[in-house]
């Protein structure tokens, strides 16, 4: 569950606020598609649900926990329990794609069988068993792009954050992306889908549309 | 093929990191090597120093002359009583001959000099060593020089008590001198570390991201530069060694200086660097690391 109370972020030296005074209310579950125009403030709204930014007033809450009075050392907890997706993919290019994907449950203390385990059965969830051994620079951008999902996946997450994830796509590898946030793939996951295209929106049905617009938030259906 | 992933500790990490970038593992030794080799030189010769200095102040510290005319067994007998006076651990006599002899290995190549002497020169003498707590007092002297057969007692006490003040101020200086060269060490490993952290700021990035602790990320950074240190410490004794073996190489210098016990070298030496190496590895490697590893800041 994510809730937003009276959020206002500021960045130092702008003096417009990025995200003025948003309210939201996301139930467990839901997928959510984040739109509205280049420097509305849909980053930093991701990057607020990821503790990578504070905001300047307001509360910002995830699964209970308010992210503005988590200690710094408390962070790695919180991102173990989320997985996020970004529109270049961030990978570690030399290392293998079982490696990338083991990355995320190596650092929560997963070790041994039950880590293989694990990434084996996301990498054929994201249909790339074959390339397990491939270093992962070497693949195509779809491909390189589902590597990061299962990234975002294997710890099983509760909230899963993608910030424009078809933005570097062909229209089928986006189409493939975007099937493989919903349903049984995030295993009853919140999903929150950052992006301004609006021709992905029909894609998801019964998807909650949030718009943002320099800043300030209106929600649509 | 995928199992050789499985299990990965913080050791495993650091190496296949230093397999990545052997460029940035060159320059992290070699100035570590090259640090770590002046604070060896240092601390070899600060000890060499000391046990010369110490052979010097538990030599004699008394020598009777003695008249010529005395025989090796009075001289022994003389001595036998001395060494009863609970001032007086030892005594040993070093006849004239034996002096000469040892005069000419002082004098190392230069022992020539001594061949054009018609006749020894040099007197029979009783060293003696005083027990610990025990100093060459006036009373002493005067008893000394009273003995049948004595003709003077000769004592470098004042002498030796100004050395002996003398190392002990020197002392601390050598400490804090040698603090500050740890120190130094200490700021190159963690300039080096910070560099290496610099190289890896995207994998670290990734690794914020997915929720890594900060130990996670820290722990290896501080396993690569124990293994640096360890791998400098070894260089460093290897070039101190070439060194010292270079230039004690003319045997002795006139005068008993023997250079050679200056620069020997300590076989200690490359432990003691070693241990210094880890422990500026861990101590640099956390300042290198600081706050860069701060969750907010990395991404
Ligand atoms: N680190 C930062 N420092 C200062 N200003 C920032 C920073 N990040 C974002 N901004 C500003 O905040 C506003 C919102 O940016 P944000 O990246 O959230 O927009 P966005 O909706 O994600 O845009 P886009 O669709 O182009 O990705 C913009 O005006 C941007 O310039
Ligand atoms: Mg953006």
Known sequence: MIRLEGVTKKYLGRPDAALKDINLLVPPGEFVYLTGPSGAGKTTLLRLLFGA?????????????????????????LRRRLGVVFQDFRLLPQQSV????????????????????????????????????????????????????????????????????TGNLDPDNALMIMRMLVGDYVGGATVLVATHDPTL????????????????????? | MTSRVQSRGPVMRAFLRIKEDLWLQGVAVSTLTVALAIMG????????????????????????????????DEAAGLSAQLVRMPQI????????DEALERFRGQLGPHANLLDDLRDNPLPN????????????????????GNQAGVIEVVTSRPWLHRLEAAITSAGD??????????????????????????????????????GASAGYMRRPFLVEAMLQGVAAA????????????????????????????????????????????????????????????????LL
């Open chain 2, 125 to 144: 003498a009783l060293e003696l060593v005083l027990a610990p707590e025990h100093e060459a007092t006036d009373e002493l002297i005067a008893l000394l």
């Open chain 2, 173 to 210: 200086l050598a400490l804090a001198l040698g603090l500050l060269l740890f120190l130094g060490v200490i700021l190159v490993v963690s300039n080096t570390v910070r560099l290496s952290v610099h190289v890896r700021r995207e994998q670290l990035e990734l690794m914020a991201l997915v």
């Open chain 1, 53 to 77: 930014e504070l905001p300047t007033s307001g509360r910002v809450l995830v699964g209970g926990t308010d992210l503005g009075r988590l200690p710094p050392r408390k962070l790695p907890l």
């Open chain 2, 89 to 96: 651990r030892g005594a040993r006599f070093v006849g004239r």
């Open chain 2, 234 to 297: 070894l260089l460093a004794s290897l070039l101190i060694w070439l060194l010292f073996a270079m230039l004690a190489a003319p045997a002795s210098l006139p005068l008993g200086l023997n250079l050679e016990q200056v620069v020997s070298f300590p076989a200690l030496l490359p432990l003691v660097l070693i241990i210094l190496a880890i422990v500026a590895g861990l101590l640099g490697g956390f300042l290198g690391v600081g706050r860069t590893l701060r969750q907010r800041r």
């Open chain 1, 98 to 165: 079982f490696e990338n994907v083991a990355l995320s449950l190596h650092v929560a203390g997963v070790r041994d069988a039950a880590l293989v385990r694990r990434v084996l059965e996301v990498l054929a969830q994201v249909k790339l068993l074959e390339q397990s051994d491939v270093p992962a620079g070497t693949l195509s951008g779809g491909e390189q792009q589902r590597v990061a999902l299962a990234r975002a996946l294997a710890p099983s997450p509760g909230l899963i954050l993608a910030d424009e994830p």
């Open chain 1, 201 to 221: 929106l029909s894609l998801v049905k019964g998807a909650k549309v949030i718009h943002l617009s320099s800043g300030r938030l209106e929600e649509r259906s």
């Open chain 2, 41 to 72: 030189v240092y601390l070899a010769l600060c000890f060499n120093l000391y046990q010369a200095s110490s052979r010097l102040l538990s030599g004699p510290s008394l020598t009777l002359v003695l008249d010529n005319r005395i025989e090796p």
